[in-house]
């Protein structure tokens, strides 16, 4: 995909072109302002520093590396990245399965 291309992808929210104010949700390109007013965005919990996708829980990997879990690292199911911001009050509601 080219940058014009990237240019001229179609907002979900609003149908509108996406020149500006990008956010990325489950791969998809959305206006932040569109994405934000959705109930999708409340879900959100996190936004991956590497592939820029805001996640849900559900997109959020817990990897461990003993049967113990207590080395243990979270993970964006998306690109596999450990670079990962909780939003402001939403590291708590994190949940494992």
């Known amino acids: 995909m080219t940058a014009v291309q990237q240019l001229n992808d179609e907002c979900p929210g609003c149908g509108l072109p996406i020149q500006r104010n990008t956010a990325l949700f489950e791969g998809q390109r959305w206006h932040y302002g569109c994405l934000k007013n959705t109930e999708q965005f409340a879900k959100v919990v996190a936004i991956c520093q590497d592939c820029m996708n805001y996640l ?5 990997v817990r990897v461990s590396y003993d049967e113990s879990r207590a080395d243990s690292t979270r993970q964006c199911s998306l690109c596999g990245s450990t670079h990962l911001g909780f939003l402001r009050g939403k590291s708590d509601e994190v949940q494992w399965e």
């Open 56 to 60: 849900m829980n559900s997109q959020i």
